[in-house]
Nanobody
Framework: QVQLVESGGGLVQPGGSLRLSCAAS????????MGWYRQAPGKQRELVAS???????NYADSVKGRFTISRDNAKNTVYLQMNTLKPEDTDIYYC????????????????WGQGTQVTVSS
């Protein structure tokens, strides 16, 4: 069984910063991609940022220059440093991991965290 445990959400004023963390645990064989998505009520879940095992990163245009994703492969943990936050960044943020398990090393599938609320408001 795989668990993605998120932390770091909360309430912040516009222009402020938050750092999200997500740790993956379980019998993981290969952790290909870790990243963050966000979703507002009634809207589709959208990619915020992702980080592959090879070190490639991808960002949504709306967060480029403000958010930075990083990854600690030894700890199976991904971080999202969010700076210069805007009210439109208010959403539930979900951690995502694409991985294979030790008992099925050839099978690659995605897993989601439970979500953490980020609210940007004065």
């Amino acid at each position: 069984q795989v668990q993605l445990v998120e932390s770091g959400g909360g309430l912040v004023q516009p222009g402020g910063s938050l750092r999200l963390s997500c740790a993956a645990s379980g019998s993981i064989f290969n952790l290909y991609v870790m990243g963050w998505y966000r979703q507002a009520p009634g809207k589709q879940r959208e990619l915020v940022a992702s980080f592959t095992k090879d070190g490639n990163t991808n960002y949504a245009d709306s967060v480029k220059g403000r958010f930075t994703i990083s990854r600690d492969n030894a700890k199976n943990t991904v971080y999202l440093q969010m700076n210069t936050l805007k009210p439109e960044d208010t959403d539930i943020y979900y951690c995502y991991a694409e991985l294979s398990l030790e008992r099925l090393p050839a099978l690659r599938r995605g897993y989601w965290g439970q979500g953490t609320q980020v609210t940007v408001s004065s």
